[in-house]
T-cell receptor, first 114, second 115 residues
Framework: AQSVTQLDSQVPVFEEAPVELRCNYSSSVSVYLFWYVQYPNQGLQLLLK??????LVKGINGFEAEFNKSQTSFHLRKPSVHISDTAEYFCAVSDRGGFQKLVFGTGTRLLVSP | GAVVSQHPSWVICKSGTSVKIECRSLDFQATTMFWYRQFPKQSLMLMATSNEGSKATYEQGVEKDKFLINHASLTLSTLTVTSAHPEDSSFYIC???????????FGPGTRLTVT
């Protein structure tokens, strides 16, 4: 079984500042890793995913994440945030077989202020 | 891009009645769809895995007789909340696993309020 830990429930940051949202996972098998964003009263939108290959993954809206197998981490970063990045961010993991069931972390609320 | 729709986007029903929520993959085939439930300010909890042409697989603790899932075609899965009660009020989100990739596409969600 897999589990995902997002230690920061809320991250306040000023506009144009850099941000890192932390994600650690636990699994006994190889996994795929994902970051999703959720705006109020909406479904989830995929930001980026790691399946294999380069450990640095670039996604939409200027976000990137780095897979660190030894640290079992997949932290999300953006060098300069905008007000519009205010949203809930979820890290998720799935095993590489079966039906790709996603296990989500508890989410991190990113609050960008002017 | 891959689009998943849900209908209705919100619904209010009286306690004891049943509500059906549809999840459609609009431009791709999805043998597998998932149903999640999300409580306010919380993460998504997987309720069940819906497989086209076969019975759904429910997660531990989810009542299969209460949450009926039917995956009748490669583009449509439905979730029926039977004999709804106020504690069933929640945000229900579906996702579709694109047959040609290892990626889930999420619907916009359905807000269910049971009075």
């Amino acid at each position: 079984a897999q589990s995902v830990t997002q230690l920061d429930s809320q991250v306040p940051v000023f506009e144009e500042a850099p941000v890192e949202l932390r994600c650690n996972y636990s699994s006994s098998v190889s996994v795929y890793l994902f970051w999703y964003v959720q705006y109020p009263n909406q479904g989830l939108q995929l930001l980026l995913k790691y399946l294999s290959g380069s450990t640095l993954v670039k996604g939409i809206n200027g976000f990137e994440a780095e897979f660190n197998k030894s640290q079992t981490s997949f932290h999300l970063r953006k060098p300069s945030v905008h007000i519009s990045d205010t949203a809930e961010y979820f890290c998720a993991v799935s095993d590489r077989g079966g039906f790709q069931k996603l296990v989500f972390g508890t989410g991190t609320r990113l609050l960008v202020s002017p | 891009g891959a689009v998943v729709s849900q209908h209705p986007s919100w619904v209010i029903c009286k306690s004891g009645t049943s509500v059906k929520i549809e999840c459609r993959s609009l431009d791709f085939q999805a043998t597998t769809m998932f149903w999640y439930r999300q409580f306010p300010k919380q993460s998504l909890m997987l309720m069940a895995t819906s497989n086209e042409g076969s019975k759904a697989t429910y997660e531990q603790g989810v009542e299969k007789d209460k949450f009926l899932i039917n995956h009748a075609s490669l583009t449509l899965s439905t979730l029926t909340v039977t004999s709804a009660h106020p504690e069933d009020s929640s945000f229900y989100i579906c996702s579709a696993l694109r047959d040609s990739s290892y990626e889930q596409y999420f619907g916009p969600g359905t807000r269910l309020t049971v009075t």
